[in-house]
């Protein structure tokens, strides 16, 4: 506390006695002139406190006037310092009086400085407001998952709540795991839907992740239900063409698997990727390694009505339905070159394109924008 | 395939389905329709009319005034730029006003040409949508019909639907119309009887046998070759119905002989070729494998080198056509060929794919041999051939056919279980229903007992050679929709790998220290790597689209610095990038590569600054990322020091390269790119660099996290603010306050460095703050000071420091 700062020293209220001030010589005065100067004193003590803890403007100056009365060296302290000229059956009362005063301030100074911290949050609440529209300060910068990871992610959760596990596989592969084991046929048309990559070692960069279910059902015993996410390649370039994409594939081999077991995964898929209630349709379809095989539509999530029905629009080509994978029962030709019994065993399998789904999940028109990885267009996801 | 509606119907009369509603059973049969389309749409209100009179405009060179007859509706006056605008007497086609044509999305109003009004027009088959090519205006003779007649009456061909549907390769059948029609009677239950095709209308007495000889030295490849004559022909325009017929069907007419042998095709699914018999050498064909160094000139002009793997056909003197993909252009049938010959054949589907794709040829024909063709029609399809082909072209054909024969195929049996249907699809389908499918999609059915049958496979079905593609077929006409959603309880598997995994934490962690994603190419330029100083590229691309995509990386900042360039040039200045992924490094011996899982980033541009100006990123914005990336990740703290200079990458500025390093085990490296980097990609700024190798940091990263106390006791805090030479680095001074501190010391943190002032040339104030703590008590005052003289002692003592007050 700054000297500034300290209590001034005490000084009795207007209409007090004179030439009582401690320190101050005077004539002692009778037991009578006494008690009635006390008396005299305490009323004139108990008319003023309130005004003057009204006039002070800043606590500090409350304080110092609460000091002033209570204090050490405070009008009340001079009052008792009289007690000794008071007579003695008269002390009781007088000192019933003192207390009885001092209550009185305490509470009026508690109360004043309570009214005084009242005001002042008021006032501070009453303030002009922040501008909350200026921007806000980020520790570090926001990082952003790529929109293929996110949705990679979340398909692969999905599947692993229903018991499949992640299998890796690599991308640069023998044709055996890429093609041969998975029934497409030498000089086959089949291979015109994935123009292959070759490198000069002989080895392809994979044309889709299933040289993954190749490796796995060649080296281990069903029953097994994984899922195997990663980059492919194809020789396509153009608007919907990506010479390098993703795909997700999960299959399951088990005995007695059947074709409604992997609608029966489809539907949950779509459920849970889209929404409860998200219809799917199956087509018939052709994939060298899965018979029956179908391409999987799932109701249009763009034009949906709140009834559940469908609009139509040009994102479903007005049809209500959207395609999002190729699905079928493994081919028994793929379980024997994999060394498994076919007719013991059955399997399904199912794949997907992931910019497929990003695309129709963020309405994404050109699929190059994914690799292109514009700041601007990743800061979106 | 492109399907014509029209001629559906005509092989499936009892189809009463509308095109769209064919469609959607097709579509859910696995026959996708992806187009239905109408041919001569909006042309129902064009009238043929006469032409009456004819006068040249009176403004505009060029243009002409024609009268046409509309019969009751009287005669008309329009303006017409055609130049073949027939004489007075030829009819030609008239569009009145309001007349909509969708082809060339023209309505027909009121115009005025030079001062002469025209209110209606004369039409072009372009403008009609019945073709794509060609000039004029459509012209017929005098009395084709009674003017004012409407065009689509008395020319219904000029109105279709087209059904394009995409085939999937297995479906070969589908490739013409009557299979198609099959396909079509069995989903709907309809009966499938196509018309046999009648006897030629002139037979000439001479036997085909006598003419032709046919012989196949390759009886591997070409398991038939059926040959018959048309003899005296005349090659000349189809009529109206066949060229309608072709254009709706994409194709473009060329003469009857042409034609036919499209028709035919588009008929059976057969590809056939017509030769001119006068051309051909000896009047000898002979399927054989091409010889070294012979050559043909095939119809599109192209001299082809043949392979020894290319099947041909030969004359006398050598090729004259690649079996199945197509013919040569010296027998080719012109306008003066008087004798044909017909060629109707069966080729092995993988010995034209690859004659195919070696010539870089992908026909009509080629498309359907290569996906197998019924190899048990030829004598139907040329028997059309033949008959068609005389009614078009006239003349006569010559007795017979001449075939020959090579490794003959034998009919396919398969047997279908009703336990393993049922077993497959997960329903119950009725027996009876599965054989009635099969039956009506061809195949002859033998019961084996009352729970299996055999099934015959019909020729035109050679897709179907097991047991499962049987059901297939069952459940594809059925309906996959008979088919229940049922949840199988699968067992759980294991994973296998941790890629996955890996690469959502590092995802996590980096996301975490404020970059974001990019997802890059996996092959890239052998410079670009170069340039990075990458290691050599292990996988090379034998057929890359580009250079500039011809190798595996062996290095992920390629491709972030691609990213990098792009976002440059669109005004993007502040990037903060990451991309986690594998590069392909050399394998074992010859075997497959090692595919390594890496992670790396960028920054450049300016640190995020708030209401004031931002300063541009420096090294170590990049070490507090590099290291809150690796402390995410792995859970410790890792160790960086300054590249000694011989072994400083060469693609790092040798002011800031940093080693990156975890127990003591190397996981990369991080630094500024050296200008020379920067300036050979054209980045045109200062880029920061790390690179990792997720795996390795992945085995280093602490496995077990326990929980250490919270301090009860108060620590005491010393400041040392010391002098140094700038020679001596901040982090050496930091490690001899730990020696010195000893245990004491909980926390060492350089907090404050700064040069210049009123310091000696060469000197850097470093400030450091020691927390003093113990856990057991709290420390004296006296103790700390102790040990904090000490550590004051050996700062300046090891560094000749002097203390700052």
Known sequence: MSAQEKPPASTLPLGATPGTSPGTPAAKPSPSEALAGIEASLHALRTQYTERFAAASTEQQLRDENAKIVGKKGDLTTILKQMGAVPGDARKSIGEQVNALKAEVETAFNSALASMARAKREAELGGRPFDMTLPGRTVAPLGHRHPLSIVREDVISIFESMGFAVHDGPEVELEENNFTKLGFPPDHPATDMQDSFWTTGGHLLRTHTSNVQSRALSSRKPPMAFIAPGAVYRRDDDVTHSPMFHQLEAFAVDEGLTLAHLKGVLAEFAERLYGPGTPIRLRPSYFPFVEPGAEVDVGCVFCKRPDGTRAGCNLCKHTGWIEILGCGMIHPVVLEACGIDSEKYTGFALGMGIERIAILRYDIPDIRLFFENDPRFLNQF | MKASYNWLRSLVPQLNDSPEALAARLTAAGLEVESVRRFGEGIETCELVAVKALRPHPSKSGLRLVTVDRGVQGTIEVVCGAPNVPEPGGMVVFAPLDTHLPAVNITIAPRAIGGVTSEGMLCSEVELGLSDEGQGILVFPPNFAKPGSKFVEVVPSAQDVVLEIGLTPNRADCLGHRGLAREIAALYGFPFEPPPPQAPSAMSDAAADKAVQVSIDDTERCF?????????????????????????????????????????????????????????????????????????????????????????????????????????????????????????????????????????????????????????????????????????????????????????????????????????????????????????????????????VEAVVPSHRPDITREVDLIEEVIRVRGLETVPAVLPSLHASRPVGNT????????????????????????????????????????????????????????????????????????????????????????????????????????????????????????????????????????????????????????????AAVLLALGGRPLGHFGLLHPDVTDALDLGTEVLAVELDVEALAKEATTSRTYKAIPRFPGSTRDLAVVVHEDILAGHVEAAVREAAGSLAESIEVFDRFVGGSLPLDHASLALRIVYRRHDRTLTDAEVDTQHASVVETVTKRFSASLRA
């Not at chain 2, 066949?242 to 007419?253: K, T």
């Not at chain 2, 986690?580 to 010859?590: H, Y």
């Not at chain 2, 090692?594 to 914005?621: M, N, T, V, Y």
């Open chain 2, 500 to 655: 996955e995994a890996l690469m959502a934490r590092v995802r996590s962690a980096a996301v975490g220290v404020g970059l974001s994603e990019a997802v890059t190419f996996s092959f890239v330029s052998p410079r670009d790597l170069e340039i990075v100083g990458a290691p050599p590229p292990a996988v090379l691309l034998r057929n890359p689209l580009s250079e500039n995509q011809s190798v595996m990386r062996t290095s992920l900042l390629p491709g972030l610095l691609a990213a990098l360039g792009h976002a440059r040039r669109h005004g993007e200045k502040d990037v903060r990038l990451f991309t986690v992924g594998r590069i392909f490094l050399k394998g074992q011996g010859e075997g497959l590569p090692r595919e390594q899982l890496s992670f790396a980033a960028i920054l450049a541009g300016h640190r995020g600054a708030h209401l004031s100006k931002p300063a541009p990123l420096d090294a170590w914005d990049l070490k507090g990322v590099a290291d809150g990336f690796v402390e995410r990740f792995a859970g410790l703290k890792p160790n960086s020091e300054a590249y000694p200079q011989e072994q400083r990458p060469a693609h790092l500025h040798p002011k």
């Open chain 2, 224 to 452: 038939e070759y059926v040959a018959a004559v048309l003899t005296d022909v005349q090659v000349a325009p189809s009529p109206l119905w066949l060229r309608y017929r072709l254009s709706a069907l994409g194709v473009r007419s060329i003469s009857n002989i042409v034609d036919l042998t499209n028709l035919v095709m588009f008929e059976f699914g057969h590809p056939m070729h017509a030769f001119d018999l006068e051309r051909v050498q000896g009047a000898t064909i002979r399927v054989r494998r091409a010889r070294a160094g012979e050559t043909l000139k095939t119809l599109d002009g192209v001299e082809r080198h043949l392979d020894e793997d290319d099947l041909v056909i030969c004359d006398a003197a050598g090729p004259v056509a690649l079996a199945g993909v197509m013919g040569g252009g010296h027998s080719e049938v012109a306008n003066t060929t008087r004798r044909i010959l017909l060629e109707v054949a069966s080729f092995d589907p993988r010995s034209v794919r690859r004659t195919g794709r070696r010539h870089g040829l992908h026909t009509e024909s080629s498309h359907r041999f290569e996906r197998g063709i019924d190899h048990g029609d030829s004598s139907v399809v040329m028997a059309t051939a033949m008959s068609m082909g005389i009614r078009l072209a006239g003349g006569a054909a010559l007795r017979g056919t001449v075939k020959a024969t090579g490794k003959p195929i034998a009919p396919v049996v398969v047997r279908l279980r009703s336990a393993r249907l049922n077993a497959m699809l997960g329903i119950v389908v009725p027996f009876a229903e599965a054989k009635g499918i099969l039956a009506r999609l061809g195949f002859q059915l033998k019961d084996v007992d009352g729970t299996t």
